[in-house]
Each structure stands twice: as C-alpha cells, then as structure tokens.
C-alpha cells in the first residue's frame, strides 16, 4: 500500500501562489492514477484535479480551470499542485489520493475511487 505525505500549505493573500506537494512511499506512483482533493469545513469533499497513470490526461474541477495545474515528478516519486490566483473559496485542507491503473482521472476524481489518502494540509486564505 503505498503513503502519500503531503506539505507546502499556508497562509497566503489573496491573489498569491502556493505548491503543494505529495511524497510517495511504498510504491511507484508512476503506476497510478494520482490527484488531489479537498474539503473546507461544512462542505463536501471535492475532486480538483487528478492526471491518469496511463495516458497523463488531466482532469480539473471548473472553479481551478486556469489557475491550478497538476503534475509529476517520476524521479522524484512526487506528485504537485501548483495553485495561482488564490481566492478565498480555495481554503481548505487539501489532501492527495491514488488508485491504481487502468482507473482514470475522472474515475478518481468524480467517481471516488480512491485507493490511499495523505493525512492533508491546510490553505489558509487571509482576510
């Protein structure tokens, strides 16, 4: 089973920038279906984005199109979410998930399917 670590949350303006990051151990994330989620307190757990492990396709939920962008570092065994133009809306614990192949981004992201969690990191949105 692989475990995912996430880091790279704060505290940040509106407007700003943060990467977050997740580290895998326990196995190749290259043979998985990687992607990130999060939840704000009272509101539903949300797909943002996931990339497939078999053809690197993406998905990103509407309200990141633009603005966030997901990718991998193989080498690194990694997997990042570069997150611009911050809103408020965007505060939330984010965590990263993985299922195996062939599952695809949109079988991970808005159907669920998730295999392994991180524990999340928290973006803060100042006021």
């Known amino acids: 089973q692989v475990q995912l670590v996430e880091s790279g949350g704060g505290l940040v303006q509106p407007g700003g920038s943060l990467r977050l990051a997740c580290a895998a151990s326990g196995g190749t994330l290259a043979e998985y279906t990687v992607g990130w989620f999060r939840q704000a307190p009272g509101k539903d757990r949300e797909g943002v984005s996931c990339m497939s492990s078999s053809n690197g396709r993406t998905y990103y939920a509407d309200s990141v199109k633009g603005r966030f962008t997901i990718s991998r570092d193989s080498a690194r065994n990694t997997v990042y979410l570069q997150m611009n133009t911050l809103q408020s809306e965007d505060a939330a614990v984010y965590y990263c998930?993985?299922?195996?192949?062939?599952?695809?981004?949109?079988?991970?992201?808005?159907?669920?399917?998730?295999?392994?969690w991180g524990r999340g990191t928290q973006v803060s949105i100042s006021t």
């Open positions: 998930a993985t299922v195996p192949r062939p599952n695809t981004a949109q079988d991970l992201c808005i159907r669920g399917r998730i295999g392994a």
